[in-house]
Nanobody, 121 residues
Protein backbone atom coordinates (compact mmCIF):
# COMPACT_ATOMS: atom_id res chain seq x y z
CA UNK A 1 0.00 0.00 0.00
CA UNK A 2 1.37 3.37 -1.02
CA UNK A 3 1.60 5.85 1.83
CA UNK A 4 2.79 9.45 1.85
CA UNK A 5 2.98 11.08 5.28
CA UNK A 6 3.81 14.77 5.57
CA UNK A 7 5.17 16.45 8.68
CA UNK A 8 6.89 19.66 9.73
CA UNK A 9 4.11 22.17 9.34
CA UNK A 10 3.21 24.73 11.96
CA UNK A 11 2.86 28.39 12.82
CA UNK A 12 5.75 30.66 11.83
CA UNK A 13 6.23 34.42 11.70
CA UNK A 14 6.71 36.21 8.38
CA UNK A 15 10.31 35.91 7.30
CA UNK A 16 10.73 32.63 9.13
CA UNK A 17 11.57 29.15 7.90
CA UNK A 18 10.12 25.67 8.02
CA UNK A 19 11.19 22.34 6.58
CA UNK A 20 8.49 19.93 5.50
CA UNK A 21 9.09 16.21 5.17
CA UNK A 22 7.17 13.52 3.32
CA UNK A 23 7.87 9.92 4.30
CA UNK A 24 7.06 7.52 1.48
CA UNK A 25 6.39 3.80 1.60
CA UNK A 26 4.78 1.04 -0.43
CA UNK A 27 6.56 1.79 -3.71
CA UNK A 28 10.08 2.19 -5.09
CA UNK A 29 10.55 5.83 -4.06
CA UNK A 30 13.78 6.28 -6.00
CA UNK A 31 12.02 5.47 -9.28
CA UNK A 32 9.48 8.28 -9.24
CA UNK A 33 9.45 12.04 -9.55
CA UNK A 34 7.63 13.80 -6.73
CA UNK A 35 5.95 17.14 -6.16
CA UNK A 36 4.71 19.49 -3.48
CA UNK A 37 1.28 21.03 -3.99
CA UNK A 38 -0.51 23.46 -1.67
CA UNK A 39 -4.03 24.71 -1.07
CA UNK A 40 -4.63 28.05 0.58
CA UNK A 41 -7.85 28.68 2.52
CA UNK A 42 -10.76 29.07 0.11
CA UNK A 43 -8.58 28.56 -2.96
CA UNK A 44 -7.76 25.77 -5.38
CA UNK A 45 -4.71 23.57 -5.56
CA UNK A 46 -1.44 25.27 -6.50
CA UNK A 47 1.58 23.33 -7.69
CA UNK A 48 4.69 24.42 -5.76
CA UNK A 49 7.69 22.36 -6.84
CA UNK A 50 8.83 19.06 -8.35
CA UNK A 51 11.94 16.94 -8.36
CA UNK A 52 13.02 14.10 -10.60
CA UNK A 53 13.64 10.59 -9.36
CA UNK A 54 17.38 11.06 -8.97
CA UNK A 55 17.08 14.40 -7.24
CA UNK A 56 19.30 16.29 -9.67
CA UNK A 57 16.59 18.24 -11.50
CA UNK A 58 14.02 20.53 -9.90
CA UNK A 59 11.38 23.04 -10.87
CA UNK A 60 9.49 25.72 -8.94
CA UNK A 61 6.43 27.89 -9.22
CA UNK A 62 7.28 31.55 -9.70
CA UNK A 63 5.60 32.36 -6.38
CA UNK A 64 8.20 30.38 -4.41
CA UNK A 65 11.28 30.51 -6.64
CA UNK A 66 14.35 31.62 -4.72
CA UNK A 67 12.70 30.99 -1.34
CA UNK A 68 11.82 27.28 -1.36
CA UNK A 69 14.09 24.31 -2.05
CA UNK A 70 12.88 20.81 -2.83
CA UNK A 71 15.12 17.83 -2.17
CA UNK A 72 14.95 14.12 -1.55
CA UNK A 73 16.86 11.39 0.23
CA UNK A 74 16.24 8.17 -1.68
CA UNK A 75 18.04 6.13 0.96
CA UNK A 76 15.49 7.35 3.52
CA UNK A 77 12.48 7.36 1.15
CA UNK A 78 11.83 10.96 2.13
CA UNK A 79 10.95 14.12 0.24
CA UNK A 80 11.68 17.56 1.69
CA UNK A 81 10.64 21.16 1.16
CA UNK A 82 12.81 23.82 2.79
CA UNK A 83 10.80 27.04 2.99
CA UNK A 84 12.61 30.29 3.77
CA UNK A 85 11.50 33.92 3.86
CA UNK A 86 7.95 32.80 4.43
CA UNK A 87 5.11 35.21 3.66
CA UNK A 88 1.51 35.27 4.87
CA UNK A 89 0.42 34.24 1.38
CA UNK A 90 2.33 30.96 1.84
CA UNK A 91 -0.30 29.93 4.39
CA UNK A 92 -1.81 26.69 3.09
CA UNK A 93 -2.10 22.98 3.52
CA UNK A 94 0.94 21.43 1.83
CA UNK A 95 0.67 18.04 0.17
CA UNK A 96 3.31 15.78 -1.28
CA UNK A 97 2.25 13.90 -4.38
CA UNK A 98 3.63 11.00 -6.37
CA UNK A 99 3.57 11.05 -10.16
CA UNK A 100 1.83 8.11 -11.83
CA UNK A 101 4.81 7.63 -14.15
CA UNK A 102 8.49 7.71 -13.31
CA UNK A 103 8.95 11.07 -15.04
CA UNK A 104 7.32 14.29 -13.86
CA UNK A 105 4.90 14.49 -16.73
CA UNK A 106 1.37 13.27 -16.35
CA UNK A 107 -0.99 13.04 -13.39
CA UNK A 108 -0.45 12.29 -9.73
CA UNK A 109 -1.73 8.96 -8.47
CA UNK A 110 -1.14 9.31 -4.73
CA UNK A 111 -1.31 12.20 -2.27
CA UNK A 112 -0.43 12.61 1.36
CA UNK A 113 -2.88 13.83 3.98
CA UNK A 114 -1.29 17.28 4.08
CA UNK A 115 0.39 19.42 6.70
CA UNK A 116 -0.79 22.90 7.68
CA UNK A 117 1.58 25.84 7.34
CA UNK A 118 0.44 29.14 8.82
CA UNK A 119 2.51 32.30 8.39
CA UNK A 120 1.32 34.99 10.74
CA UNK A 121 2.62 37.48 13.26
Amino acid sequence: EVQLVESGGGLVQPGGSLRLSCAASGFTFSSYAMSWVRQAPGKGLEWVSRINSGGDSTSYADSVKGRFTISRDNAKNTLYLQMNSLKPEDTAVYYCAKYQESSWSGPFDYWGQGTQVTVSS
